[in-house]
């Protein structure tokens, strides 16, 4: 069983988001900048979040994503969900060649299948508000803002040298 990089990367642009939003919606690039997500990637992943109501889009200059719902309404599980990702450890389904757990299920079908059960309530019981209380995720927003800020910072530098 594993999570793939999908619901990875969703959980952790989603948690970005929360920290920053209340400056006002949240760019994909700014997003990008600080996760080191492909800014085109984020963009798929965010169309799925938008239509699972995870996320809303304002357009035009100041634009963004930020959160439809309070972070204290918003799921891990959620999350993964709204990116179609599964977190399904038994890989008994037909497609794949392995037991339909029917007739024909393979012997520990039911093991798997209570591991997947337990890794959604475990999931589920975690919102993005309990997160960003955690001080190891507080320590690292921190050093990602940080490092964002010198990065424009030097980018401004240089552009007033070339110019």
Same mark, same amino acid.
């Given at each position: 069983?594993r999570?793939?990089?999908? %619901?990875?990367?969703?959980?952790t642009?989603v948690l970005?988001?929360?920290?920053?939003?209340?400056?006002?919606?949240v $760019?994909?690039?700014?997003i990008s900048?600080?996760?080191?997500?492909s800014?085109?990637?984020?963009?798929?992943?965010f169309?799925?979040?938008?239509?699972?109501k995870?996320v809303? $889009?304002?357009?035009?200059?100041?634009g963004?994503?930020?959160?439809?719902r309070?972070?204290s309404?918003v799921?891990?599980?959620e999350?993964?969900?709204a990116?179609?990702?599964s977190y399904d450890a038994?890989k008994?389904?037909d497609?794949e060649?392995g037991?339909? %757990?029917?007739?024909?299920q393979c012997?520990t079908?039911?093991?798997?299948?209570?591991?997947?059960?337990?890794?959604?309530?475990?999931?589920?019981?975690?919102?993005l508000?309990?997160?960003?209380?955690?001080?190891?995720?507080?320590?690292?927003a921190?050093?990602?803002d940080k490092?964002?800020?010198q990065?424009?910072?030097?980018?401004?530098v240089a552009?007033?040298a070339?110019?």
């Amino acid at each position: 069983m594993r999570l793939t990089t999908k %619901g990875r990367y969703a959980v952790t642009a989603v948690l970005d988001l929360s920290f920053h939003q209340h400056e006002g919606p949240v $760019s994909l690039a700014d997003i990008s900048n600080r996760q080191g997500i492909s800014l085109s990637y984020l963009e798929q992943l965010f169309a799925r979040l938008r239509r699972n109501k995870i996320v809303a $889009s304002t357009r035009g200059p100041g634009g963004g994503y930020s959160l439809t719902r309070e972070t204290s309404d918003v799921s891990m599980a959620e999350i993964i969900n709204a990116v179609d990702e599964s977190y399904d450890a038994t890989k008994c389904s037909d497609s794949e060649g392995g037991c339909s %757990g029917g007739a024909h299920q393979c012997l520990t079908h039911d093991l798997w299948q209570e591991l997947s059960q337990e890794i959604h309530q475990f999931l589920n019981s975690i919102t993005l508000a309990e997160m960003q209380t955690r001080g190891d995720v507080i320590k690292v927003a921190k050093r990602q803002d940080k490092q964002l800020e010198q990065d424009r910072l030097l980018t401004e530098v240089a552009v007033e040298a070339v110019s």
